[in-house]
């Protein structure tokens, strides 16, 4: 699986918008990049995926670059109840049987008053 | 929504105890994880099952059993608990691919906090 790189921690003001970059250059052309978050002593929490173009869901935006080497999770108007470490993950596209999802360190995005 | 449940967010176990983790999820999934997550260490996949009585062990399945006798169920069973399983578990639910090869989404519990002393 393609490793990602993620700033170790980002502050972000409350109402503005988050903008959490991941850099994945060794993705290949069968992996989505899905992102997670996990507000502390949680499970993570699915918050969007994408495999090229850009995705947009109610709680996040998704910008993909066109060579696929990185992405940016967008949180359009960041709340307090957002602060939470963010993990970026490449996975393959599945061949029917059950994967793992390999979490790295993550950003742990903290959302300022 | 999706919703996976777990039956104790904080449990307090002695060294050599059997303990029973318990996940449950409503959403008809045929996949189901547990994984382990220690800091530093990230999420570790202990085993998996993709449907009922099947099972697949995962990275660090070693003092570890599980028990998918109902779709909806998923058990992990620590036959003898020692120190080392100090953890927090996840377990985390998906369906399997289409026929496209799409990846399904995996969906997490709250987690269970284990402390075993």
């Known amino acids: 699986d393609a490793k990602t790189t993620q700033p170790t921690s980002m502050d972000c003001a409350e109402g503005r918008a988050a903008n959490l970059p991941c850099n994945h250059s060794?993705?290949?052309?069968?992996?989505?990049v899905y992102w997670y978050r996990q507000i502390h002593s949680q499970g993570p929490q699915y918050i969007i995926h994408?495999?090229?173009n850009n995705e947009t869901n109610e709680m996040a935006s998704l910008i993909i670059t066109e060579d696929r080497k990185s992405s940016t999770l967008i949180l359009p108007h960041a709340t307090l109840r957002d602060t939470a470490v963010y993990y970026c993950?490449?996975?393959?596209?599945?061949?029917?049987?059950?994967?793992?999802?390999?979490f790295g360190s993550g950003t742990q995005l903290t959302v300022l008053p | 929504d999706v919703k996976v449940t777990q039956s104790s967010r904080y449990l307090v176990k002695r060294t050599g105890e059997k303990v029973f983790l318990e996940c449950v999820q409503d959403m008809d999934h045929e996949n189901m994880f547990w994984y382990r997550q220690d800091p530093g260490l990230g999420l570790r996949l202990i085993y998996f099952?993709?449907?009922?009585?099947?099972?697949e062990k995962g990275d660090i399945p070693e003092g570890y059993s599980v028990s998918r006798e109902k779709k909806e169920r998923f058990s992990l069973i620590l036959e003898s608990a020692s120190t080392n399983q100090t953890s927090m578990y996840l377990c985390a639910s998906s369906r399997p691919s289409s026929g496209s090869g799409h990846q399904e989404t995996q969906y997490f519990g709250p987690g269970t906090r284990l402390l075993v002393l």
């Open positions: 993950i490449v996975t393959p596209i599945s061949s029917g049987s059950a994967r793992q999802l390999t």
């Open positions: 060794t993705i290949s052309g069968n992996e989505y």
């Open positions: 099952s993709y449907d009922v009585k099947m099972k």
């Open positions: 994408g495999l090229k």
